[in-house]
Structures are given as structure tokens and as C-alpha cells.
């Protein structure tokens, strides 16, 4: 059973910076593309940052372009999201994403963790 545990969610005023850390258990993701995705309430689940499973190719949504970094340490098989700069409108229920399929157009990856939420005062 492959399980996926986000941690470093919290509450952070505009400008400020959060660290969300995923980390695998039950077997071992290293050949898996992993993403992040976020849902705010009354909105859709969406794409924000996405990383191949040897960090080779990285991919962002426009409106966290320059401002979250995504990346990956299969040593702890963990991936991470660091996002600065954080804006009102990035608040939402933060989810780690995994899948044995690259990312590419329409990627809904097969497992998923439980969430963490990120507020954004302004």
C-alpha cells in the first residue's frame, strides 16, 4: 500500500514563505513523476507544480511561476514545495501527487496524500 503524507501547511501572512514537504511510505516512489496540487473551497482541484522522477524536467502553473519550487529528494523519497511570495489567493488545501506515468497534457496521477492547508492573511 503506497501512502502519501503531506506536512508544512499553516498560516502565513501575504509575502511570506511556507516549505510543504511529501514523503512516500509503503514502497518506494524514486520512479515516479510527483506533483503538487491545490483546491480552494468552492473551486476545482488544480495543477501547480509537477517534477519528474529524476528532477530532470520541472513544470509550473502560471500563477505560481517564479515564486513556488518544487523538488525532490529520493534519497527520503520526499518532494517538496517552496513557495515565497504568497498572496491571499494561494490559499487552499495543498495536495501531493504521484503517478508511474510521466506528466504530461490531462495528468491525473493514481495516488494521492490527504492534504494540508495553507491560509494567506492579507
Known amino acids: 500500500q503506497m501512502q502519501l503524507v503531506e506536512s508544512g501547511g499553516g498560516l502565513v501572512q501575504a509575502g511570506g514563505s511556507l516549505r510543504l514537504s511529501c514523503t512516500a511510505s509503503?514502497?518506494?516512489?524514486?520512479?515516479?513523476?510527483k506533483g503538487w496540487f491545490r483546491q480552494a473551497p468552492g473551486k476545482e482541484r488544480e495543477f501547480v507544480a509537477a517534477i519528474s522522477w529524476n528532477g530532470g524536467r520541472i513544470y509550473y502553473a502560471d500563477s505560481v511561476q517564479g515564486r513556488f519550487t518544487i523538488s525532490r529528494d529520493n534519497a527520503k523519497n520526499t518532494v517538496y514545495l517552496q513557495m515565497n511570495s504568497l498572496k491571499p489567493e494561494d490559499t487552499a488545501v495543498y495536495y501531493c501527487a504521484a503517478d508511474n506515468r510521466p506528466y504530461g497534457s490531462n495528468w491525473y496521477p493514481s495516488h494521492w496524500g490527504q492534504g494540508t492547508q495553507v491560509t494567506v492573511s492579507s
Open positions: 509503503g514502497r518506494t516512489f524514486n520512479s515516479y513523476d
